[in-house]
């Protein structure tokens, strides 16, 4: 799975002045399978949510980031709109971080499921992030009020950095928190190699901080540089007896990998929330109680199954959406 936007090494002020180019290249994005700005035309109806078709004759534009969970994401709030009534229009797939914001902020769309760590350090500027997940998403929300974005509650699906090792090596080794991986990295040097991206050896809520926060002292030899997915197949081999992983990727439950606890919650909280255009909730308030039910059922499990049927078994993002919805009994096929 791609990154699904991480602060950027660029300052705030840096950051905006990107937005301007990235929103005019909004009706050029890519989404779903679709052309984007195209109308949804699933042949759906409601199940659980969308009940009395609370959202008829609304006109709604679902966006997204480009990456695997976003377009899943995207599709799953395009297809509740419609089994609730609403005529949907696709802008999924916009490149960058900071785009499909916009597109919501702006009123280009009306909603899309962002991330409440990439809000806090991203959007909003600030360098510290909040370590109890419900008060992060308070933070944001009361924040990004001033900014015209309302965020509904969020999910337990929290995307953010972890260490993981295949099978074999976790027996071997025995660890299952980072406190253990800081321990074994001090009693037996040399068994703790590890994988890592560019920008996460670089970054302070990366390795430096990883490294400071857990007492960790892995020396330069036992590091090594490389993309993501060569970090996963490396991993899966026992070539890096850790390596960084993201925790909702399909890959590490199709690798059988297993992931270290953060135990002493150094990583930003990633939780994927419903975030909406404040005039666009005014107008339709009943897509709180159609979307809440569903983001409430999204977690890492459900996470890492869905994007492994996409980046995996090379699954559409929008079909594998459907089906999830259907299977889970918030929408029925017409």
């Known amino acids: 799975m791609t990154r699904r936007g991480r602060p950027p090494a660029v300052g705030p002020v840096t950051a905006v ?39 008829k004759g609304a006109q709604l534009t679902v966006t997204s980031k480009s990456f695997t969970e976003q377009l899943i994401l995207g599709s799953i709030m395009g297809i509740a709109f419609e089994a609730a009534g609403a005529d949907v229009i696709d802008r999924t797939g916009i490149q960058g971080s900071i785009g499909s914001r916009e597109a919501v902020r ?8 962002e991330y409440t760590g990439t809000a806090w350090i991203t959007y909003l500027g600030h360098n510290r992030p909040i370590t109890d997940p419900g008060e992060q998403w308070e933070a944001v929300k009361k924040e990004d009020a001033g900014n ?3 965020w509904l509650p969020p999910s337990k699906l929290d995307n953010t950095y972890a260490l993981a090792m295949n099978r074999r090596n976790a027996e071997k080794y025995g660890t299952k928190t980072m406190s253990e991986v800081a321990r074994l990295a001090k009693t037996d040097p040399g068994a703790v190699k590890l994988c890592v991206e560019v920008e996460f050896a670089n970054r302070a809520d990366g390795l430096p901080g990883m490294q400071k926060r857990y007492g960790m002292a892995v020396p330069a030899r036992d590091i090594t540089q490389m993309d993501t997915g060569i970090i996963y197949t490396q991993t899966a081999k026992g070539s890096c007896t850790y390596g960084e992983v993201f925790t909702t990727d399909g890959r590490i439950k199709s690798m059988d990998l297993v992931v270290m606890d953060d135990d002493r919650k150094f990583f930003p909280n990633y939780n994927a929330a419903p975030m909406v255009n404040a005039k666009t909730l005014a107008q339709w308030p009943a897509i709180a109680e159609v979307l809440n039910p569903v983001t409430a059922r999204l977690n890492n499990a459900v996470a890492q199954e869905l994007n492994a049927k996409v980046d995996v078994d090379g699954e559409d993002p929008h079909q594998v959406a459907l089906d999830w919805l259907v299977q889970e009994g918030f929408v029925k096929e017409g």
């Open 17 to 55: 002045a990107r937005c301007l180019l990235v929103a005019g290249l909004l009706t050029a994005a890519a989404g779903c399978g679709l052309t984007s700005g195209s109308p949804l035309t699933d042949d759906v109806e409601p199940g659980s949510i969308g009940k009395g078709e609370p959202l």
């Open 106 to 113: 702006k009123g280009d769309a009306d909603a899309g499921y």
């Open 148 to 150: 015209g974005l309302v």
